[in-house]
């Protein structure tokens, strides 16, 4: 478990009980995760019962954004004050280990609880375009910008976060003693995201800019 003086104590909901020594309270770490992340799920409950949604992401200082159509259950729920979980997982293996219930997986995660709050005015336009940003730098000078009725029919939200744990397992197989004798490969099979050749759009007649043509060789 982190030491680092920029680790928050645990709440109740954030308190990782399996396996503790694989949490994290940091907020370097917690930063990490989710500015690698282009997508989260957010679980939430109404009348209708309990919903996980994923959706696309994005961060700005202490506070996790997202958005959504005003009309969708997503956008009228959460400004309710509705409480809400927030989950980011990026896995980077599969652990084969000797024996079939040590096999375990290589992962980066993280919960945020909390409630959703309003973004609006200048903020709202600005936090638009720090998610084009994000999408890819610079894109946000390139692109024509949202205009109004874009701006009023979307809803952009964001969650304090400062009720969060991450949780996090690198390595090989953790077998015990008794199966280091068993005649069978044990390692891991690591993941990852890759970025593949951009492919333009068949009506498209403009050459690609730097951050299009050096996309799958930086990402």
């Not at 390595?171 to 003693?177: A, H, I, S, T, W």
Request: hydrophobic fraction near 40%.
């Amino acid at each position: 478990m982190t030491s680092s003086t920029n680790a928050t104590a645990p709440s109740e909901r954030t308190q990782v009980r399996r396996i503790a020594d694989n949490a994290n309270y940091d907020k370097d770490t917690l930063y990490a995760i989710i500015d690698e992340a282009y997508l989260c799920h957010v679980a939430f409950a109404d009348d209708k019962g309990s919903h996980c949604i994923p959706t696309a992401c994005w961060r700005e200082a202490d506070f996790l954004y997202i958005h959504a159509a005003n009309p969708s259950r997503l956008a009228k729920i959460l400004m309710r004050e509705t409480q809400a979980c927030v989950t980011i997982t990026h896995l980077d293996g599969l652990v084969l280990a000797r024996a079939a219930f040590n096999h375990s997986m290589n992962y980066r995660s993280a919960m945020i609880y909390g409630i959703f709050e309003r973004v609006d005015g200048e903020c709202k336009a600005a936090s638009m375009a720090a998610f084009m940003d994000k999408i890819a730098p610079g894109r946000q000078q390139e692109a024509r910008p949202g205009n109004h009725a874009e701006l009023s029919g979307t809803t952009v939200m964001r969650i304090p976060l400062t009720e969060a744990a991450c949780k996090q397992r690198s390595g090989g197989p953790n077998d015990d003693e008794d199966d280091m004798a068993q005649t069978v490969w044990a390692g891991v099979l690591p993941l990852c995201r890759q970025a593949l050749p951009p492919i333009p759009h068949e009506r498209n007649t403009q050459a690609a800019p730097a951050y299009v043509k050096n996309w799958h060789q930086t990402n």
